[in-house]
């Protein structure tokens, strides 16, 4: 035999490659692309609900903290009015006109006046981190708002996001049955190898390569 002549046999055989598959026709893909299509249908109006889920929020502190504010300005305009009694009480008293306790009850009406403002100066705080942490704006007071428009009647947007979940499952389900129907790909490879003959040292490299249509069952 010609040893001039590289025999294909080596001690150390080099290969590379790729392998590739190509679907023709998986009917089950179409069907998780419409599946995927809704979830995505579904991520954006849960998106959409929490934002007015959100909006609702903030209406609700904002109207909430006006009502607090309005009821403090009472309760303050009803102390500053006992504590102009207990001045003109302080001074009757002073004359023998009225019992000392009467001085006692005003005081406890006022303490306890104080009391409450103190609560709701509390909730007005976290009223007012409530809305800082949803919009990012703090208030130092409540501001007034206007409706921009009448509320739309019809279908509860709330089930939109739940009805594209459960369609998407269906979807799923559907897929699922439609993986028993044949499929049909085009596969292929190609392989190169390189090695130094084992006879005389000189490089020696061979390919091979196939490609195909395939129905899968």
């Known amino acids: 035999q010609d040893q001039s002549i590289g025999q294909p046999f080596s001690k150390n055989i ?6 590739f598959t190509w679907p023709l026709f998986v009917k089950s893909i179409y069907t998780l692309k ?15 609900l929490n934002l007015i889920q959100r909006e609702a929020v903030v209406v609700g502190s904002v109207a909430q903290l006006r009502y ?10 009803k102390k500053h009015s006992i504590q102009q009694t207990e001045i003109t009480t302080k001074m009757k008293v002073k004359e023998g006109r009225a019992p000392e306790s009467a001085l006692f009850v005003l005081n406890s009406h006022i303490n306890t ?11 007005i705080n976290l009223l007012v981190s409530k809305i800082e942490t949803l919009t990012g704006v703090y208030l130092r007071q409540s501001i007034s708002m206007q409706m921009k428009h009448a509320v739309d ?3 509860i947007f709330a089930l939109k996001p739940l009805e594209k979940r459960v369609a998407a499952s269906k979807k799923g389900v559907q897929a699922a049955d439609e993986a ?19 006879n005389n040292g000189k490089s020696i490299h061979e390919n091979f390569g196939s490609a195909g249509i395939y129905v899968s069952m």
């Open 153 to 155: 009647k019809g279908e």
């Open 180 to 198: 028993y129907i044949p499929s049909i790909v085009t596969k292929g490879n190609y392989t190169l190898s390189q090695a130094d003959a084992y």
């Open 68 to 77: 607090l504010e309005a009821l403090k300005s009472a309760l303050r305009a």
């Open 14 to 19: 080099f290969r590379e490659g790729v392998n």
């Open 113 to 123: 006046l104080d009391i409450a403002m103190n609560n709701i100066n509390q909730s």
């Open 34 to 48: 419409e599946k995927a299509s809704l979830l995505n249908l579904a991520a954006k109006e849960k998106k959409h």
